[in-house]
C-alpha cells in the first residue's frame, strides 16, 4: 500500500503505528514519515487533528517545536479519497503545497529546505519580506494623506 501520511508507494521500510484507513484496515508509514512521527511524540494514530504539526514536518522538514503549525486543509494521504499516484504529496494541491513549503524554508533562512532549494529559498524570503515592506509603507503614506486635510504635509 502507500504510507498513511504522504501516500508514496515505496519505502525502504515500513513503520505500523496504529494508523487504519477508512475501511479499517492497517494503514502503514513510510520510515520518513514513521521517523517524524514517532519524534513528535507518537500522536493518537486514530485521532487525524492531533497529527497535523508532525504531518507538516513531513511535508517541509520543518521540525514542529520550531513553532510551524499545520495550514488548514492539510491531510494525511489516508483522510482523503484520491489514490495519489505513490508520489509523496500528491494527495495535496501542488500550488498550495509548494506555496507552504517555500514559506516554511523561507521562515528559517533555508536551513531546512533540500539543498538544491535553499539559495532559492532564501531569496523568496526576502522577497516576501521586502513586498510585505512595501505594503506597509504605502499603508502609512495613505494613512498620513488622508489624516492631512489641509495639505500640511504637501509643503
Given at each position: 500500500?502507500?504510507?498513511?501520511?504522504?501516500?508514496?508507494?515505496?519505502?525502504?521500510?515500513?513503520?505500523?503505528?496504529?494508523?487504519?484507513?477508512?475501511?479499517?484496515?492497517?494503514?502503514?508509514?513510510?520510515?520518513?514519515?514513521?521517523?517524524?512521527?514517532?519524534?513528535?511524540?507518537?500522536?493518537?494514530?486514530?485521532?487525524?487533528?492531533?497529527?497535523r504539526a508532525g504531518i507538516a514536518e513531513a511535508a517541509t522538514g520543518v521540525p514542529i517545536g520550531l513553532?510551524?503549525?499545520?495550514?488548514?486543509?492539510?491531510?494525511?494521504?489516508?483522510?482523503?479519497?484520491?489514490?495519489?499516484?505513490?508520489?509523496?504529496?500528491?494527495?495535496?494541491?501542488?500550488?498550495?503545497?509548494?506555496?507552504?513549503?517555500?514559506?516554511?524554508?523561507?521562515?528559517?533562512?533555508?536551513?531546512?529546505?533540500?539543498?538544491?532549494?535553499?539559495?532559492?529559498?532564501?531569496?523568496?524570503?526576502?522577497?516576501?519580506?521586502?513586498?510585505?515592506?512595501?505594503?506597509?509603507?504605502?499603508?502609512?503614506?495613505?494613512?498620513?494623506?488622508?489624516?492631512?486635510?489641509?495639505?500640511?504635509?504637501?509643503?
Open positions: 500500500g502507500c504510507c498513511a501520511w504522504c501516500g508514496i508507494a515505496e519505502s525502504m521500510g515500513w513503520a505500523d503505528r496504529g494508523h487504519r484507513w477508512p475501511d479499517g484496515s492497517p494503514a502503514p508509514l513510510c520510515a520518513a514519515c514513521g521517523r517524524v512521527y514517532d519524534a513528535t511524540s507518537s500522536p493518537d494514530p486514530l485521532y487525524w487533528p492531533g497529527q513553532g510551524q503549525t499545520a495550514p488548514e486543509g492539510l491531510r494525511a494521504f489516508a483522510e482523503v479519497e484520491c489514490d495519489g499516484g505513490g508520489e509523496p504529496w500528491s494527495h495535496l494541491p501542488t500550488e498550495a503545497l509548494s506555496a507552504f513549503r517555500w514559506a516554511a524554508w523561507g521562515r528559517w533562512g533555508g536551513r531546512y529546505a533540500p539543498k538544491q532549494h535553499r539559495a532559492e529559498a532564501v531569496a523568496r524570503a526576502r522577497a516576501a519580506d521586502a513586498a510585505k515592506a512595501e505594503r506597509a509603507a504605502a499603508k502609512v503614506a495613505e494613512e498620513r494623506a488622508r489624516l492631512d486635510t489641509y495639505g500640511f504635509g504637501a509643503a
